[in-house]
């Protein structure tokens, strides 16, 4: 019997705005409003519709960097082959998408999209296709000017830039591999080619992953950033290193991506949600978009059985969410309440 009454389930749960303005103020539009309704009803109501609102396109799967804190660093996530998304596959998915009334992509997964050399490429297509909102995560090391300018033309509508702290020391403490004062100054290119154009968008986001060293300091980080940024946010941390042990939780909580979007990997495999730090995303690949439909994997009896699942309390029964970060973290929080 479902316990769907009892059943805690919050879109973006894990996601803290510390700024009165966010990255989707400028849009008003009805339909741009309902798909953001749908974000949040659709998941609290249980409602599976045709397709998913949203899909996170891992148009590269390689990155830059080696943060400690990261899955993808510590090979924790995904098998260690890793590459660079076909430019056909992903207009494949577009066109898919497209024809079933997608309402929005994020075109990063494990890596970071700045590494793909069609990225702008692969955005103008998307918005020529009609889809509403087009946005990236990326550590903005390589968000040099003439990228800056590609994706200006592009017609992204935002972009979430992952930066720790505010200090040279603790950024590259953290952001192995990067140098503090080039990325600083590459947002702040961002922002000042862009305003020079006098376009809104890209929207810019600055975020960081509030670990425990950065609580502290976090009221002076979004200080910091206020003048740079259009939003200033932290995401929850999650504990992503092997050998944690997220197993074993049992709550009654569900997880809102399912009623919400899909993840199709750099070489086409379809997966039922991000999957964070499980390392055999293909045991539970659903299909490979070179080939198979991402609709009918949206609808399948594995999805709906996952649905099911997570409707009566029972999300530990399925292995890949009973060994998810992101489950082990929202059960927790739950539980401290």
Known sequence: MDNVNSINIVSNSYYHSSTDKSV????????FLEYRKNWKDYPEKFIASSYPIHLDIETSAV???KCPFCASSSNTWGSEKRGLMDLNLFKKIIDEGSDNGLCSIKLSQRGDPLLQPKLAEMIKYAKDKGIMDVYFNTNATLLEKEKIEALL???LD????SFEGYTKEVYEKYRRGACYEKTLA?????KEIRDAESKLFPQIRVQTVLLDELKPTYSEYVTFWKGIADEVAYIDARSEMPGTIHSGKTALWACPFLWQRM??????KIIPCMMFGNKDLEKFSLGNALKDSISDAWNSLEMNAYRQFHK???SHHISFCDNCPHRSLEIDKMLKK
């Open 153 to 155: 033309s592009s017609g």
């Open 63 to 65: 990155c830059n960097l």
């Open 312 to 314: 009566s309390g029972k």
């Open 263 to 268: 993840t199709v990997l750099w070489d086409g």
């Open 24 to 31: 989707f103020d400028c849009k008003k539009d009805s339909k």
């Open 186 to 190: 590459n947002i702040k290119l961002l």
């Open 158 to 161: 935002r972009i979430s830039i």
